[in-house]
């Protein structure tokens, strides 16, 4: 069955940095985009960040670029999202997610698969 397991979130102070890993399984890793999304509370999911089948094309949501980068490791179904110079507005339950189309994840979804969400939370 497909798996995508978020680890790496936690509480850090304002400016500090966090790594997300995601495991992938049940599926082509290679053959998929894959995508970081983030809910806060009370807020709608929205779109943080996507990555192409090779690694080679990213994109970022305005709020996190420059500030956040994704990435894959397609020898080992793994990808992280780097954060760093992290801010309050940043605190929210963040996804990984899968699709076969680049371009559906970079529209905000909805994806093929989901993880289950791992919590950041940025303290001031």
């Known amino acids: 069955q497909v798996q995508l397991v978020e680890s790496g979130g936690g509480l850090v102070q304002v400016g500090g940095s966090l790594r997300l890993s995601c495991a992938a399984s049940?599926?082509?890793?290679?053959?998929?985009?894959m995508g970081w999304f983030r809910q806060a509370p009370g807020k709608e999911r929205e779109f943080v960040a996507v990555?192409?089948?090779?690694?080679?094309?990213?994109n970022y949501a305005d709020s996190v670029k420059g500030r956040f980068t994704i990435s894959r490791d397609n020898t080992k179904n793994m990808v992280y999202l780097q954060m760093n110079s992290l801010k309050p507005e940043d605190t929210a339950v963040y996804y990984c997610?899968?699709?076969?189309?680049?371009?559906?994840?970079?529209?905000?979804?909805?994806?093929?698969?989901w993880g289950q969400g791992t919590q950041v939370t940025v303290s001031s």
């Open positions: 997610a899968a699709d076969s189309s680049w371009a559906r994840l970079l529209a905000g979804g909805p994806a093929a698969y």
């Open positions: 049940g599926f082509t890793f290679g053959n998929y985009a």
């Open positions: 990555i192409g089948w090779s690694g080679g094309i990213t």
